[in-house]
């Protein structure tokens, strides 16, 4: 990716967080420390994490359970993240990438986009039971 895509698609993520927070306003309870207007550090510092994290995954498709393995305590342990907020950004993360990428986010993208983070997201939430 050119230097340029990449702030575009960093520039989405960060979009992609503020989404979540206007859409399900309960996902917001876990920021309450966050400022959260349009554009602000916080935000850009926790969409660059996602992305990071999404990143990370894309890596290691093989073997999501040890790539994520700390990322999944975090959430369980330490931050006691509700599972149900995964298929929220999941949803919100599809809605901003068919927004913005509408040529290329066809079905065939959409299913595996939805396929992929659903995937993230059982391993995100693995650590529940």
């Known amino acids: 990716m050119s230097p ?27 920021f309450s420390h966050f400022d959260l207007g349009s554009g ?12 990071g994290a999404i990143g990370e995954a894309t890596k290691h498709l093989d073997n999501l359970d040890e790539a994520l393995s700390k990322l999944s305590d975090l959430h369980a342990y330490n931050l006691r993240v509700d599972p149900g907020n995964f298929r929220l950004l999941s949803h919100t993360i599809q809605v901003t990438l068919a927004a913005h990428f509408q040529a290329d986010f066809d079905a065939t993208a959409q299913a595996a986009w939805d396929k992929f983070l659903a995937a993230i997201s059982t391993v995100l939430t693995s650590k529940y039971r």
């Open 40 to 51: 602000s550090h916080d935000l850009q510092v926790h969409g660059g994490k996602v992305l």
């Open 4 to 30: 340029r895509q990449n702030s575009d698609v960093f520039a989405v993520f960060v979009l992609d967080i503020s989404r979540l927070f206007l859409s399900y306003p309960q996902t917001k309870t876990y």
